[in-house]
Each structure stands twice: as C-alpha cells, then as structure tokens.
C-alpha cells in the first residue's frame, strides 16, 4: 500500500524557516519524480515543487522560488522541502504527491498533508 | 503557463440529480485532464484521469468528457457521500495547474 507521510510543519514568524519531510512507502521511490502541492486554509491547490527522480532537475512556482530548496534522499525514501524567509501568505498545507508515472502527470496518492503557519 | 477555470464555484443540488461541473483551460491540453474529489482535512483523492478514464474503486456514477479546452465532469445521481469540492488539472505542460475548485453541497 502506497504511505506518504508528512511531517515538519508548524508555527514560525515571517521570515523564518521550516524543513518539511515526506516518508514515502510501498512504491519504487527512486522511480519518481516527487512533488509539493500546498493548500492555503479556505482556497484551492497550488503547484509549489518538483524534483526529478534522481534529483536533477528541479522545478519552484515563482511565488516560492529563491526561497524553498526541494530535495530527496533515495536511500531513506524521503523527500524534503526547506521553507526560508517565510511570509504569511506560505500559510498552507503541504502535500506531498506521488504521479502516476515518471512524466507529466496527474497525481495518484497525495499524503494527508503538513500545516504550516507564518504569523507573529 | 495554462489556466484553468472552474464553474461554477459552489453548486447546491438535491440527492439523485444529475451535476455537472466545467472546467475550461487557457490553451488546448488535448486529453491530459484529472479530477480530484476533496474531503474537509483530508488530501485530494482522483476520480478520473485523462478526461474520461474511471480510476479504480471510484463508482461508476462519476464520469467525464470534453477534450481541447473544455471538460465536464457529470455526477450522474448525486449520493450524499459525493459532498466535498471538485478540482480539475491539467497536466499536459509543465508547470501542472488547477481550477480553483467547486464546492458541492447537498440540500
């Protein structure tokens, strides 16, 4: 059975850091490209990241770019997003997704997601 | 970068109707469409993939259609258990992209 496990999230003042983690089981992890969708509370799904299955290529949306690093370890089926010089509106849930496939895909596990909330 | 467009943004309707929720797209995404069903605190779950293609375990009830720029999703008797809010994607170019969801209600 498919497991992706969020964890990392919580309150941090604006301009501050956060390192979030996703524990991936019961699929080849090192096959797929992994990636971060975030929820923001009361609104729809934002793309944030991608990263290639060997880590690569990586991809930012422009509101998150300079500042979040995506990353993975294959040898411990994890992949992370670091969260730096955060702002109010990164408020969210973060979701780690796994796609169908290693293409352009639609997404077919999603983890039960990470709350993060920016806020003095 | 695609976007797209849901509609409408919240629909009421009545156990045993028939719903349908549009989704329209900037450009042509030929037939790379998904459907999401989400949950109050839960992740979204996909209901169809590539415009039409049922996936596993989700009813038979849930259909959909449309290709180029735009797609409809169609509940075709509405169950108590379908409330939630809808969110098509479109993944036929990178960056992938999302509606902006419609909430569906049962009166």
């Known amino acids: 059975e498919v497991q992706l496990v969020e964890s990392g999230g919580g309150l941090v003042q604006p301009g501050g850091s956060l390192r979030l983690s996703c524990s991936a089981s019961?699929?080849?992890?090192?096959?797929?490209?992994m990636h971060w969708v975030r929820q923001a509370p009361g609104k729809g799904l934002e793309y944030v990241s991608a990263?290639?299955?060997?880590?690569?290529?990586?991809y930012y949306a422009d509101s998150v770019k300079g500042r979040f690093t995506i990353s993975r370890d294959n040898s411990k089926n994890t992949l992370f997003l670091q969260l730096s010089s955060l702002r109010p509106e990164d408020s969210a849930v973060y979701y780690c997704v796994k796609p169908y496939d290693d293409s352009i895909s639609y997404f077919d596990y999603w983890g039960q997601g990470t709350l993060v909330t920016v806020s003095s | 970068d695609i976007q797209m467009t849901q509609s409408p943004s919240t629909l009421s309707a009545s156990i045993g109707d028939r719903v349908t929720i549009t989704c329209r797209a900037s450009q042509s995404i030929s037939s790379w469409l998904a459907w999401y069903q989400q949950k109050p605190g839960k992740g979204p779950k996909v209901l169809i993939y590539k415009v039409s293609s049922l996936e596993s375990g989700v009813p038979s009830r849930f259909s959909g259609s449309g290709s180029g720029t735009e797609f409809t999703l169609t509940i075709s008797s509405l169950q108590p258990d379908d409330f939630g809010t809808y969110y098509c994607q479109q993944y036929n170019s990178h960056p992938c992209s999302f509606g902006q969801g419609t909430k569906l209600e049962i009166k």
């Open positions: 019961g699929f080849t992890f090192s096959n797929y490209a």
């Open positions: 990263i290639s299955t060997y880590g690569s290529n990586k």
